[in-house]
């Protein structure tokens, strides 16, 4: 399934004040950086895989247009963005699927019942579901910053990469990168404060 992180409100008020929607490139880079993996996947999912990319970009042109517009508010509540996103996204999906089917291009999507097409399946996402899958993108967005951009030493990165990424046994990761078993188990809980500390940022 796909994922959808966080948003940190701080991030959002800068945006909301980029009345250009050019001038604050690095936020909206992250901003894209955040949320394009996630948007992309989800219209995979949900039968766009031909045109994810395209959803993508789509959805970012409207998030800059609404922003600088300042059709959404941001403020306290990043919940309240996660929402609106997410009705962007399925709008947009609701849409193509709609084409497709004036076409005659119709497609069973995600679903067994071919007359339910995307909107069932979007709509069948709960609440619930889509707040978990909120906080284990952000989870996964806060490791990948911490193994990409930041000051860890190569080693440090690659030891918590082989022991908890990929599951590999203490000995074992111990034994390749020549440190002691309580070595990498104090890198581990380096990196997962590091990570602990970006996740809260996010």
Request: glycine share 6%; net charge neutral; hydrophobic share 40%.
């Amino acid at each position: 399934m796909a994922n959808f992180p966080d948003t940190p409100v701080l991030l959002l008020v800068r945006l909301a004040s980029d009345k250009t929607g050019i001038r604050d490139e690095a936020g909206w880079t992250r901003l894209f950086e955040l949320y394009a993996p996630a948007i992309k996947a989800f219209a995979e999912e949900r039968g766009s895989e031909d045109e994810s990319e395209d959803v993508v970009q789509e959805i970012f042109m409207r998030l800059v247009e609404v922003l600088r517009e300042g059709r959404v508010k941001v403020g306290g509540d990043s919940g309240k963005f996660r929402r609106y996103l997410a009705t962007l996204v399925r709008n947009e999906l609701v849409s193509r699927w709609r084409k497709r089917v004036t076409r005659g291009e119709g497609v069973c999507v995600s679903l067994d019942d071919p007359e339910s097409g995307v909107e069932a399946a979007v709509e069948s996402e709960t609440a619930a579901a889509i707040d978990a899958k909120w906080r284990l993108a952000r989870r996964r967005a806060a490791v990948e910053w911490a193994l990409t951009k930041t000051a860890l030493s190569t080693q440090s990165k690659a030891v918590y990469r082989a022991y908890v990424l990929e599951e590999r046994p203490i000995g074992e990761v111990a034994a390749e990168f020549n440190i002691p078993r309580n070595s990498v188990s104090q890198i581990k809980t380096r990196v997962e404060r590091m990570i602990a500390a970006i996740e809260n940022e996010f």
